[in-house]
Structure formats: C-alpha cells, structure tokens
C-alpha cells in the first residue's frame, strides 16, 4: 500500500484507476496486483465512496481469494462503517504475525474502540524498530495523533526531520500535530513550502483551506478549496467546502447551488438539506425554509442531531410567523426524541442552530465542545437559555421544564422560569419559582430581572421591586 496522500494524484496512481473504471465500463476482469487493489480500496475509502470500496473488495476476492490482504481491506471496511467490534473479531481470525502492517491494523482497531494505552504502545513498538521517516513510522505517527497526542507525536517527528528535514511525509505530519496544538501560522508555512514543491497536490490544497477554514478566514479557505476542485473536481468535500465558506460569507445564492449539486448525488444525506434551508431562511424566505427542514426531517434518521435540530429550527420559524402553538408542538418532538450527543446545542451562535460535523467545525467551536464533559442535562439548559437570548420564551419554557425534571439543583432553571411566566402574563405564577430560585441563591434570577443582587430578598419582596421596577 502507497501511503503518500499525494499519489492518488500521482499519474500512476491515475493510470491504475482509469484501467479499473475502463474495466467497470467493459464487464471485464482484467488482472490487478493485490498491492493495486489495495490502493483502489484505499482511495475509495478516502473519497469515502463505501460502495465502491466494497465493489474492489470483491475484485479483491475474486483474482486474489483467500489471502490475508482481503480479510485486511474488509476491516477497514469496517473500520470506516463504524463496527469497530466486528473489525475486532475478524482480525482474530488473521494469523498474528510481528509486521508492521499487522501491528497498525490492530492499533486501528483499538482506536475505534477508544483503548488508546493500546494503539499508543502499539505505534511507539513500530517507531522504535522502524527505518526513520519510512511509510511505517508516518502511520505509528499518525496513530498517536489520533490518540489526542499530538505533543508526543510532534516530540518524535522533529526528532525523524533533524536526520530527514525534506521528508515530505514528516513534514506532513509535523503540521498535522500543529494544527491538533492551534499553532496555525507555522502549519500553513509548511503547506506552502510543500505547494512550492507540489502545487497541484490536492491533499495540500485541502488541509490549507481546511486551517483557513478552522480560523474563520473564509475567503482564504475557499480559493484553496477551489483550487482542489480546479485540479480534481471529483473531490466532493472540496465542494462542500466550498458550500460552507460561500455560506459564512452571506453569499446564499452560490452555497445553496453548491449544496443543491451535492444533494443531487448524496440524495439521503440530510447535511446539504440542512444548509439549503439556512440559506433560504437568511435571505428571508422563512416559509422555503421551513419546507426544507421538514425534508431533512423525513430523511434523517430518527435519534440524530439532525433531526433534533432541524425540528428545533422549525419551531423557532413557525414562534417567528405566530404560530407558536404548532412551534412549541415542534419543540416537544425534538427534546422527546433527542440524541444521546447534544453538543452541538453549545454552539448556538446564531438564531437558527447550523448542522456540525467533524469537517466544518472552527476552532472557536472545538475549544467550547471540549472545554468540559457536557451532560445531557447542561446541553438541553444551553438550548433554553439560546431561546431565551433570541425571545422565544414559550418554546424556551417547553425545554426548561422538561431539562428541570433531571438536575438536583434546579435554582437557574427556576430563574429562567420564573422570567418566562412574567413576560408570557402569567405573572400570577411567578412565585413558587422565585423562591426555589432565592433558596438556591441564584444569581440568574436577578441578571435576568436586571436587579442588584440580595442574598436576604424574600420572594414577595422580590416580586414587589420588580413590579415597581417596571
């Protein structure tokens, strides 16, 4: 297996896969090495086009049957399906040998499964009996990075460039750990100095816009992404990419034909649904929006952040256009069918929540979804406070409720409350939650009801200063 990111450039690499659609075209079955076929799957899986990595299996299997590489390429199958178990289970029935290769695999594996002590011992056996800089030690690199140890990982590669300063692969992962450790300026240095070297290299176009795009340096990003598409434009995540910058840049009418054109070829992905709502709905076709939504929520499958929030956008639209009865019914379904991960509901930065995934994440949004073990219960409380800042106190009083049944000390919760029934004319309710909210000495109450704090306050006494207040 060719493990330079830029060979799937290269024109041998491209020869190899011409000959391969030549042979899909035809029907025919023309013979591939195994090391060829490998490349193929690898590609696809890096394209992530499954279907046809799973077709090159099955090639694989039929010039090639019986041997260890095809047991191999159906783990990463595996692998990248997310049944990390299954790849477990099958790699048993691989007689364990003391190569490298094999050694890799397995640290994959327990990637996947989150036993990091194990692929890190696992990548540092492979450097410490490997050539410098060779294909073998960029991968045990890359394992520690995906480990989250991006220090060590960095530690051990500057050590490999004092002996091989030009080695590409090196250099590649020297600014991959940078990136991991926000040290951007210095990882774009070295993906310039390897696009003087290689400038139509695709992996180097992308992982530039992709640090452009981490900064919110938009515009940068995107003329790297172009690029990508100019020398390649099957890529489809340069695309996407694309979408998404062309989107932060209020330019709606060129992302929404981009996201147009992938959902076209990806009609069951909800990704491209999702943003062509937002961008309807930021040039103020709140109704066109509200459709799309609906779309998103008929293909997403049920349980999935997708789905979650695009019923929470729908009602927000239908609060805006005075329906609230029928958002606040919208907003119900979405807390009661939620997801097990609700992070992203930490990320409300704008009125309607936008669709994250691992790709267009930004820095700001990664410091904020790691800074801390999110539990359900704070996630679904930084909803209803997102409601609250934008004045959608019915659909905010729906998630404070139910997210009250699941914390011990429901004092902030309460103040919330309370600041909704007396801006909703329910006044008359106000004060039971006062008082959990005093008990509970919370500070909410009084920034929400923008009064001096009083540790000694009774709820009456508070009611009274607010209604003189006002």
Known sequence: MNYDKGYFDSPEFREILKKYEQANRLNTTPYFGVDELIDLFSYFISMEK????????????????????????????????????????????????DDNETKLLYAEILLSLKE???????????????????????????????????HEALFICDNMLRIAPNKK????????CLIEMQRTNEAVQIYNRLLDEDPYNTFYWEQLG????????YGKALECFEYESTINEEIEYAKMMQGYCYYHLRDY??????????????PDSAVPLFYIALTYYSEGNKDVAKDYFNEVTNIAQEGTIEIMLARINKAIILDEQGETARGDEAMAMAILMHPDNMKQLVLGEHEL????????????DMNKL????????????RLGQHLVKHNHLILAKRVFRYTREFYNDTSDIDSYIAYILWNTGEKEKIEPAVENALEGKSCILFELFNVPYNSNIMPKEFIAQITDKR
């Open 50 to 97: 499954a279907e046809e990595a799973t077709k090159v299996l099955s090639f694989t299997k039929h010039l090639h049957p019986g041997t260890s590489e095809c047991t191999k390429m159906e783990i990463r199958l595996l692998l990248y399906r997310g049944e990390a178990q299954e790849a477990k289970q099958l790699f048993s029935t691989i007689r364990y040998t």
């Open 169 to 176: 692969n090196l250099l590649e992962v020297r600014a991959e």
């Open 370 to 381: 790691e800074s801390k073990e999110w539990e359900q219960s704070e996630e679904l409380y």
């Open 116 to 150: 990091f002590k194990g692929a890190r011992e696992l990548a540092l056996d492979i450097l410490n009996n490997t050539k410098n800089g060779n294909d073998n030690s960029y991968e045990a690199l890359e394992i520690l990075l995906d480990c989250g140890l991006a």
């Open 353 to 364: 929540y936008e669709l994250r995934d691992k790709e267009n994440l930004t820095f700001d």
């Open 210 to 217: 992709h640090i452009y795009y981490m900064i919110k340096r």
């Open 253 to 266: 009418k060129h992302a929404r034909d981009i996201f147009k054109g992938v959902y076209s070829k990806f």
